[in-house]
C-alpha cells in the first residue's frame, strides 16, 4: 500500500481542498531519516484513517511546493487543515513526535 506521493498538479485539490486534514511529508528518496520515518508514518496512516489523510512530496520532483512552504530541510512534515499550515514537524523525531502532530486534529 503506502503513503500516495503528490505532485504540484494535485496538490492544491487534495490537500488544500480537503474537507479533513492532511499531513503531507516533504521528502527525499536519498534522504535516511525520511527512509526511517516512511514506516512509521504508513502506520499511522491506518491508525488515524477516519481523521487524516497522508501524502508525500518529493523534493527533488516538486521544488516549486517545497519552495512555497518553505521546507529547508528533510524530512519535514507539515499538517494542513481547511487549506492552511497548522503545524510541522522538521526532521524525524520517531513515532511520538508524528502523534503529538496528529493530536491536533483530535
Same mark, same amino acid.
Given at each position: 500500500?503506502? @503513503? ?15 474537507? @479533513?486534514? $492532511?499531513? $503531507? ?17 504508513? *502506520?499511522?496512516?491506518? /491508525?488515524?484513517? *477516519? ?5 508525500? &512530496?518529493? &523534493?527533488? %520532483? ?8 518553505? &521546507?529547508?530541510?528533510?524530512? /519535514? /512534515? @507539515? ?10 514537524? @522538521?526532521?524525524?523525531?520517531?513515532? %511520538? ?10
Amino acid at each position: 500500500m503506502g @503513503i500516495k506521493d503528490i505532485n504540484q498538479l494535485d496538490f492544491e485539490e487534495k490537500v488544500l481542498g480537503s474537507k @479533513i486534514p $492532511v499531513l $503531507v511529508d516533504f521528502y527525499a528518496v536519498w534522504c535516511g531519516p525520511c527512509k526511517m520515518a516512511e514506516p512509521v508514518l504508513e *502506520e499511522l496512516e491506518i /491508525t488515524y484513517k *477516519e481523521k487524516a489523510l497522508f501524502y508525500k &512530496v518529493n &523534493v527533488d %520532483e516538486c521544488q516549486g511546493i517545497a519552495q512555497k512552504y518553505d &521546507v529547508m530541510s528533510i524530512p /519535514t /512534515t @507539515i499538517l494542513f487543515k481547511d487549506g492552511q499550515e497548522l503545524e510541522r514537524q @522538521i526532521g524525524f523525531s520517531g513515532k %511520538e513526535g508524528f502523534e503529538e502532530l496528529l493530536k491536533k486534529v483530535g
